[in-house]
């Protein structure tokens, strides 16, 4: 059963950057979409980011929230069978928890995203915390 584990969140100052893992650990996952989420101390969830699977070399498909292009953008190394959130100019509203997760589908949904992944997603990672400081 695919686990997903997150890392690399921490405390950083206004405007530095960051980027987080997610890794599913003895599982290669570069066939499934990978969603990334967040969720700010006393909000809901919100989707972030989504990378969609590999299923031909070189597949890039990828997808960030409306709000959120231009500062955060979503990889996949496959050799090393990470997905990456690079998040860059980092507010303090962007304090939270991130998630990944999947629906073990291939492609990447907006509804996904759009909804939090809420009845959406298969599997959660247990989260990661970056915090902002101004």
């Known amino acids: 059963q695919v686990q997903l584990v997150e890392s690399g969140g921490g405390q950083v100052q206004s405007g530095e950057s960051v980027t987080l893992s997610c890794t599913a650990p003895r599982y290669n996952f570069e066939y499934y979409a990978i969603s990334w989420y967040r969720q700010a101390p006393g909000k809901e969830r919100e989707g972030v980011a989504c990378h969609g699977g590999t299923v031909s070399p070189g597949d890039t498909t990828t997808t960030v929230v409306d709000s959120l292009k231009g500062r955060f953008s979503v990889s996949r190394d496959v050799s090393k069978n990470l997905v990456l959130l690079h998040m860059k100019s980092l507010r303090p509203d962007d304090t939270g928890v991130y998630y990944c997760?999947?629906?073990?589908?291939?492609?990447?949904?907006?509804?996904?995203?759009?909804?939090?992944?809420?009845?959406?997603?298969?599997?959660w990672g247990q989260g990661t915390q970056v915090t902002v400081s101004s």
């Open positions: 997760a999947t629906d073990l589908d291939h492609g990447c949904r907006p509804q996904n995203l759009m909804n939090g992944g809420v009845g959406s997603m298969h599997t």
